[in-house]
Every structure is written in C-alpha cells, then in structure tokens.
C-alpha cells in the first residue's frame, strides 16, 4: 500500500543543545524502516519530472522502488549509474530546489524526500558488483588514451568517473595534499564526514583513476606540459578558491579573514579537533560573519562549535532573500546563533594591538530589484550603530584563481578571472581542453558542478572518438 501522508518521515537528528557543542554530523540518516515508510509516499510516476531536475540524471523512481523492494544494493548500483558520489550529494545537495522541486508529491503537501534516502541507499549499499560492471575491458578499444583531470572537487572527480567507467586512462591532478576539493576544505565535518568524501573516492580509485596531489598546475606542470606527455585531452575544474572582499576599512586587521581561510583551517587542517591535531584557530569570544550563503551559516555554525559565545550573521538583504538552504538556516538558527537582517557592515575598528574589536554597521531597506531578481538593499541615512566582536569573518563570495587561465595559451577567460567554456559540453576555446564547475560559472553548488563534468566527460569522449 502507498503511504498517502503529505509529509515526509523525519530524520533522527542530533539535539541542538548537544549538536552546538561537537563536529559529529548533525543528522544520523533513516533507519530502514523509516526509509521503506518513505519510499512508499513515491507515486513512481511514469514520466519522472524529478529526474528532470537532476543535473547528473539520477533515475529516482527506480532507486526508490528498490528500496521499497528492501533491494538496498541494487538501490545504490542504480544511482551509480550516473551519479559518481551519491553519499555526498545526499547530504549537501540542495534537493528542495532540483528533484523534490519537480516532484508530483509536494503540489499536496511535501515532495518525496529524495535526498535522504539517497543517503540512505549510499550509507547502506554495497557496490562490489558495480566496480566489476564498470571495470574497463582489457581489450577496450579506448584503454590507450589518456586524459587529465585538474582539480578533484566534484566536477573534476564526476568527470573522471564517467571517463573511467568508459575504459580512459584518467589522472586527476589535486594542488591540496588530500583530494576532494570544496568537500574536504569548505563543508564542515558536521555537514559532511571526511570519511564519507573518502569512501567516495576510493570507489573511484577502484574504477582506476589516479590521483596526484600536491600538484600545483600552472606551477608545477601547465597545460602544455600534460599534453607533451601524452594526454588526449585535459578537463579543468580546479573551482573558485580566491575569496572576495568587501573593500571597506579595517579589513587587514588580524582577527579578519575570509571564509575560505577559516574553514580550511577548520576542516582540512583540522582546527575542529586540536589539541589532538597542531592546528588551531583563534577566534576570540565574539565573531560576526558577513554573508547570507551556505558558506556562511558553516563558517557560524564552526564558529560556535569552537567556543564562541556570541555569534552573528550579517546579511544585507532580508530572511525572504537569503540564499543559504532553509535547512541549514534553520540548524543554525536552533543553535542560537543571532541574524542580523538588513544590515551592512561599513567599516571594522582595531584595537592599540591591531586586533579587530568591532564591525560598524548600517542599516539597510530593499529597493527595486537587481540583475538576480532580489531587491536591492540600500542604506538608511544616519543608522550606524556598533557590534563588539573579536573575529571578523568575510562569506560573501569568491571568485576563480587565474593562474592557470593565465598560463594555458589560447583559453579564453572570463570578466571574473575563471575560464569561458561552452554550457553544453564544457569545452573550451583550445582544442582538447574542456572545463567546468565554478571555474567556469563562479561559486554555485557541489550537484551542479557535478552535472557539468558529466558534460564534459561525454564531450571528451566524443572528441577523442573523433580523432
């Protein structure tokens, strides 16, 4: 019998009292029985609107029916098929706003929660008989060619999965010491283990993908020097790491730093477990954050876990216009964390030390809308006031690093610095080289960066068929 309830079955979570005081991930995921009681709210509808929704075209009705089927195995290998890292993208991707979008279930109450029971199937799946399947053959006709992926974020890894599975030699070249780009340096452990990214990984090691980390391209090697030595065709997708400012005063003063400097710190250097690890990070009492993103509510949301007593968000727009998932706002929201709305920093003031102690503020009100259809904020006149803080961290932004852009001959970059590609394919103004993800768009999500290597993996399959 179909569960006809217009809501989803909740996931077991931890409590924000206890949460707000440890990294260990927030949410414990379904049991099974919770994730057969919401499988069965799936109408399994024949023209499938979700997968519509999906930028990496997972066949949702059929993994879920397998799961109503208690077919957990078969349920993660049909996900497989053409999604690279399952467990990650059911913890991260922002579903409300993609599939469950799209699902006939949320016209009368809730969609389908089809984010968590991806988890689900990704957490409790085996996938021995998917590497085997996948494995290339040994007489495969396109065995001998290699292609070079740079960066191992989620478009870089998505890219050499597909490529992998169609029998290319693939080596993904990482800058970092430890793959897994945006996954392991930005999204807290609370968010997303470590160990899931890794897990995610080794199963593409196991499709025969190599990775070489610490490799800085553009120093190191340069996309010249990878074709010198044999590749057939390289795919760029090294993201946007250069995080953005806002210009005001007081901005070099110690106790500012961007997002993207906390939350490695934090997360790759493992700030979150010192004193087991030799990497802390002082953050003081009192820490504000300017932003109104997912990076923002993960920068606060560490923040607090590491021992601040006071700790604000401050975003120029309003509730309504923020673009952090509801999810995540309403988590940090529970944690008690404070939300400044409406209003804009203007200048941070140090202390004799050089230190920050506190942010300037302005108020703001929405005017008319802007490019991105949000109502532009603008300032009220004679609204200043004053918030103590120690640590000032900047979440409004980053952009794509040129380095390599600016040592490839022949790419064509765009006005923000990150590499002109074709939308459809990923490829690029250079013969052989394809991009994507947000070195290409800017910062966007890990699913959409996804759908953009599955692209290019395609492209790059045809083009080397063509040669």
């Given at each position: 019998m179909p569960n006809l309830s217009e809501n989803k079955v909740k996931i077991p979570e931890q409590k924000p009292s206890e949460r707000k005081n440890n990294f260990d991930e927030v949410s414990f995921g379904y049991t099974y029985e919770q994730a057969k009681e919401e499988a069965e709210r799936c109408l399994q509808c024949k023209n499938k609107p979700c997968v519509q929704g999906c930028p990496v075209n997972v066949q949702i009705p059929e993994f879920i029916n397998l799961i109503k089927e208690e077919k957990i195995d078969q349920a993660y290998t049909k996900i497989l098929e053409t999604n690279s890292l399952p467990a990650v993208c059911g913890r991260v991707c922002p579903q409300e706003n993609q599939c469950e979008k799209f699902c006939v279930r949320g016209r009368k109450g809730e969609p389908v929660a089809i984010g968590r029971l991806e988890r689900y199937a990704s957490d409790n799946g085996t996938q021995n008989s998917e590497i085997e399947s996948h494995r290339p053959a040994a007489n495969s006709e396109v065995l001998p060619h290699k292609v070079a992926i740079v960066g191992s974020g989620p478009a870089g890894l998505t890219c050499a999965g597909d490529l992998a599975k169609m029998g290319y030699k693939v080596t993904v070249f990482e800058a970092f010491h430890v793959p897994g780009g945006v996954m392991v340096y930005g999204i807290p452990e609370f968010r997303l283990p470590k160990k899931i990214v890794q897990k995610e990984i080794n199963n593409l090691k196991s499709l025969g993908v190599k990775i070489e980390t610490n490799m800085v391209m553009g120093r190191i090697l340069n996309i010249d020097d990878l074709f010198e030595t044999g590749y057939a065709a390289v795919f760029i997708g090294s993201g946007a790491g250069l995080p953005m400012f806002m210009k005001i005063p007081g901005e070099n003063l110690n106790g500012v730093m961007s997002a993207n400097e906390f939350l490695t710190r934090v997360n790759l250097m493992k700030?979150?477990?010192?004193?087991?690890?030799?990497?802390?990070?002082?953050?003081?009492?009192?820490?504000?954050?300017?932003?109104?993103?997912?990076?923002?509510?993960?920068?606060?949301?560490?923040?607090?876990?590491?021992?601040?007593?006071?700790?604000?968000?401050?975003?120029?727009?309003?509730?309504?216009?923020?673009?952090?998932?509801?999810?995540?706002?309403?988590?940090?929201?529970?944690?008690?964390?404070?939300?400044?709305?409406?209003?804009?920093?203007?200048?941070?003031?140090?202390?004799?030390?050089?230190?920050?102690?506190?942010?300037?503020?302005?108020?703001?009100?929405?005017?008319?809308?802007?490019?991105?259809?949000?109502?532009?904020?603008?300032?009220?006149?004679?609204?200043?006031?004053?918030?103590?803080?120690?640590?000032?961290?900047?979440?409004?932004?980053?952009?794509?690093?040129?380095l390599i852009s600016d040592t490839t001959k022949g790419i064509e970059k765009t006005q923000k610095g990150g590499i002109f590609a074709d939308e459809e394919t990923g490829r690029t103004s250079r013969e052989g080289v394809y991009a994507g993800g947000d070195i290409v768009t800017g910062a966007a999500t890990v699913i959409q960066a996804m759908g953009a290597g599955k692209k290019a993996a395609k492209a790059i399959d045809e083009y080397i068929k063509s040669k």
């Open positions: 700030a979150y477990m010192f004193p087991e690890t030799d990497s802390p990070v002082k953050i003081g009492k009192r820490v504000a954050v300017v932003g109104g993103g997912n990076v923002a509510m993960d920068a606060a949301r560490c923040a607090l876990r590491l021992g601040a007593e006071n700790v604000s968000v401050i975003y120029r727009r309003s509730e309504k216009e923020m673009p952090a998932r509801h999810e995540e706002y309403e988590h940090a929201k529970e944690e008690g964390i404070e939300f400044r709305f409406l209003t804009n920093p203007v200048k941070i003031i140090g202390n004799q030390e050089g230190w920050a102690a506190g942010i300037e503020c302005i108020e703001m009100e929405l005017g008319e809308p802007d490019s991105t259809g949000r109502r532009k904020p603008v300032e009220k006149q004679d609204s200043n006031y004053l918030i103590d803080v120690d640590t000032v961290i900047m979440a409004i932004g980053t952009t794509p690093n040129s």
